[in-house]
């Protein structure tokens, strides 16, 4: 985006990885630079002009002929191959920011999607202050800024906290559990 404020910044670039429940890449959506004006680009803060123009993103921003339009077509048809309508939430880290500009912006791409999102940075902050070990050895973000770098980055780092917090910490209670002779509890199914 060309920055966070939902009144005057804008979308311009997206990609899209769809997982399994195990964080398992199923399919790689399109990857795509969208078109902006200049005077946008121009505006930007000096902290997008500097990571976006590192990372080349600024310039093929302006080399763009994707319409806002198109990239939605593209990614609703992407997603509408692979899931089913109402099932997949939006994930990634700081995902709330994205969840913004994408309802304002992309409505009927975002219909398709569950409204609960994945937020890999709320796990990231919770390992922060409860797992502070095991935070430590998560993996470290190269810093990109680009999306697909960037969702990447995240499936990687949520598959280190499900591997070396979740897991165990699941692993633990039930290692205690059989030390202490209580037997394994049932797994409850859902009825109506």
């Given at each position: 985006?060309?920055?966070?404020?939902?009144?005057?910044?804008?979308?311009?670039?997206?990609a899209?990885?769809?997982?399994?429940?195990?964080?398992?890449?199923?399919a790689?959506?399109?990857?795509?630079?969208?078109?902006q004006?200049?005077?946008?680009?121009?505006?930007?803060s000096?902290?997008?002009?500097?990571?976006h123009g590192?990372?080349?993103?600024?310039?093929?921003?302006?080399?763009?002929?994707?319409t806002?339009?198109?990239?939605?077509y593209?990614f609703?048809?992407?997603?509408?191959?692979?899931?089913p309508?109402?099932?997949?939430?939006?994930?990634?880290?700081?995902?709330?920011?994205?969840?913004?500009?994408?309802?304002?912006?992309?409505?009927?791409f975002?219909?398709?999607?569950?409204?609960?999102?994945?937020?890999?940075s709320?796990?990231?902050?919770?390992?922060?202050?409860?797992?502070?070990?095991?935070?430590?050895?998560?993996?470290k973000?190269?810093?990109?800024?680009?999306?697909?770098?960037?969702?990447?980055?995240?499936?990687?780092?949520l598959?280190?906290?499900?591997?070396?917090?979740?897991?165990?910490?699941?692993?633990?209670?039930?290692?205690?559990?059989?030390?202490n002779?209580?037997?394994?509890?049932?797994?409850?199914?859902?009825?109506?």
């Amino acid at each position: 985006m060309t920055g966070l404020d939902i009144e005057k910044d804008q979308i311009i670039e997206m990609a899209c990885l769809i997982t399994d429940s195990d964080l398992n890449i199923l399919a790689e959506g399109p990857n795509l630079i969208i078109q902006q004006p200049s005077d946008l680009l121009d505006s930007m803060s000096d902290w997008c002009k500097e990571h976006h123009g590192k990372s080349g993103l600024t310039q093929a921003v302006r080399e763009s002929k994707t319409t806002l339009q198109q990239a939605e077509y593209e990614f609703l048809s992407f997603v509408r191959q692979h899931t089913p309508p109402g099932i997949c939430p939006l994930a990634g880290n700081s995902v709330h920011a994205d969840k913004k500009f994408l309802d304002k912006y992309m409505p009927q791409f975002m219909r398709h999607l569950h409204y609960r999102i994945i937020d890999v940075s709320t796990v990231k902050e919770l390992c922060r202050r409860w797992h502070p070990e095991e935070f430590d050895l998560a993996p470290k973000k190269t810093a990109s800024h680009r999306a697909l770098d960037d969702i990447r980055e995240s499936i990687n780092e949520l598959t280190f906290y499900r591997e070396n917090v979740f897991k165990k910490k699941a692993d633990e209670k039930k290692r205690k559990m059989q030390e202490n002779g209580e037997p394994p509890k049932p797994k409850q199914e859902a009825s109506s």
